[in-house]
Nanobody
């Protein structure tokens, strides 16, 4: 089991920046993929960005050029620097750790509790 603890959410004006952090503990040796997802009421959880141990990084088109994902393997942490935030970025953001790299989270993936990001106009 992997435990994930997120921090860094909050309220920010449009155009502002926030940095999310997620620290993993527990059975972390098998983690290959660390990612950030987000979800708004009535919508499915969507991938924001992910980073693999092999260095591959993917971004959703909606955040490409504005968000930067990074990973610290010594601290077992993943970060999401969010710049030029827009009201449509408002969501609960979830950290994800997965022992598999695939098109969608595997059944063995672990999730954080979520952190709210609200972007005002």
């Amino acid at each position: 089991q992997v435990q994930l603890v997120e921090s860094g959410g909050g309220l920010v004006q449009a155009g502002g920046s926030l940095k999310l952090s997620c620290v993993a503990s527990g059975s972390i040796s098998n983690i290959i993929n660390m990612a950030w997802f987000r979800q708004t009421p009535g919508k499915e959880r969507e991938l924001v960005a992910r980073i693999g141990t092999h260095g591959v990084i993917n971004y959703a088109d909606s955040v490409s050029g504005r968000f930067v994902i990074s990973r610290d393997n010594v601290k077992n942490a993943v970060y999401l620097q969010m710049n030029n935030l827009k009201p449509e970025d408002t969501a609960v953001y979830y950290c994800n750790a997965d022992p598999w790299w695939g098109p969608s989270p595997s059944n063995e993936a672990s999730w954080g509790q979520g952190t709210q990001v609200t972007v005002s106009t």
